[in-house]
């Protein structure tokens, strides 16, 4: 037989658990939502709208952190996945005003968003120079092939594994996009 006792403790501690997984989830879900709405007005040069994006979800994040805990939250895969898409934007608005990459201050996030975020960016980055090629930008996507390479170098010295490898590929990937783009774009005589 099973202590009463024993069995309504357990209980007890998976409803709050629940509880507290489905208010994570929520709030995670919000959070990514924001995220791609702050990489969709960076691409569309609406910095000051990507900027009070970025605050907001830094303010979701921490509220998150405060009443959970960052080792409770680095449990739930959509938190995982909010913090990814988070720091891909953020990312993302750093190179766009021509800064480094650096963490962000005062919140408690792992490697791990933060090399999916950088992987992801690369993405991103193709997209902004297909975008800037479109406009006759070509200095640049010279520029942003640049910081392409420039990322890719450091990252391959992680020797990445499982996930963060399928990350890392995917950004390989991305990165000789841009080198053909570079190399169209010379073809054809444009700088």
């Known amino acids: 037989m099973i202590n009463d006792k024993f069995l309504k403790k357990l209980k007890n501690d998976y409803q709050a658990n629940e509880?507290?997984?489905r208010q994570i989830i929520s709030a995670s879900n919000n959070i990514l939502f924001e995220a791609k709405k702050t990489i969709f007005a960076l691409h569309r040069q609406d910095l000051k709208s990507a900027e009070?994006?970025?605050n907001e979800m830094e303010k979701s994040l921490k509220d998150l952190e405060d009443r959970f805990?960052?080792?409770r939250l680095h449990r739930e895969g959509a938190y995982k996945a909010a913090v990814e898409e988070y720091l891909e934007g953020k990312t993302f608005q750093i190179i766009i005003k021509n800064k480094k990459i650096d963490s962000t201050a005062g919140l408690n996030l792992d490697y791990e968003g933060y090399l999916g975020g950088i992987c992801d960016l690369?993405?991103?980055?193709v997209r902004y120079a297909t975008n800037q090629a479109a406009a006759g930008q070509f200095s640049e996507v010279a520029k942003i092939?640049?910081?392409?390479?420039?990322?890719?170098?450091q990252l391959v010295d992680?020797?990445?594994t499982g996930y963060l490898r399928?990350?890392?590929?995917?950004?390989r990937g991305h990165l000789r996009k841009?080198?053909?783009m570079s190399y169209e774009i010379r073809l054809r005589g444009k700088k």
């Open 166 to 171: 399928t990350k890392y590929d995917q950004a």
């Open 52 to 54: 009070r994006k970025i």
């Open 145 to 153: 092939k640049k910081t392409a390479d420039d990322i890719m170098v």
């Open 158 to 160: 992680f020797d990445l």
């Open 19 to 21: 509880s507290q997984r």
């Open 122 to 125: 690369i993405g991103e980055l």
């Open 178 to 180: 841009l080198e053909q």
């Open 69 to 71: 805990g960052s080792e």
